[in-house]
């Protein structure tokens, strides 16, 4: 069973934006399956890289459409975008200077940001970009 199952009431009604989400909620599975088996040492490294990249791709497409629809919450959401880059950036400078973080910190700070961000702050934006016509 995962940790975390993608319910309808998640989606932002933006399919292309739901697949990414989807693959935060993949993540966050996978690094949880492997800490239970004791194996999240392997994953580790991969889920900060995958956080590293998600920054870059996803947060660049909600930014995009917030930019060209005109949406008011742009500048707030995206100081929570940095935040989250930030945090992945601070994850891998220490895993590369100490080889040690903790899986957990991994995990609590990937599903506080489904709960708070995706949940909430994304929800925000979802009414604006679909009756800007995205689908
Ligand atoms: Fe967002």
Redesign the pocket.
């Known amino acids: 069973m995962a940790y975390i199952d993608w319910q309808d009431d998640f989606s932002v009604n933006v399919k292309e934006i739901d697949e990414q989400h989807k693959m935060l909620i993949e993540m966050i599975n996978s690094l949880h399956e492997a800490m239970l088996a004791n194996k999240a040492r392997d994953l580790q490294k991969q889920t900060v890289n995958r956080m590293a990249d998600y920054a870059i791709k996803?947060?660049a497409l909600?930014?995009k459409y917030m930019m060209q629809f005109g949406f008011a919450g742009h500048h707030k959401?995206k100081a929570?975008?940095d935040q989250f880059t930030a945090k992945a950036r601070d994850l891998k400078d220490r895993m590369q200077k100490t080889g040690f973080v903790l899986t957990l910190e991994i995990l609590n700070f990937l599903r506080d940001w489904l709960r708070n961000?995706?949940l909430k702050?994304?929800k925000e934006?979802s009414s604006h970009f679909t009756r800007s016509g995205l689908r």
Do not use: W
């Open positions: 996803h947060f909600e930014e959401h929570e975008h961000h995706i702050v994304d934006y």
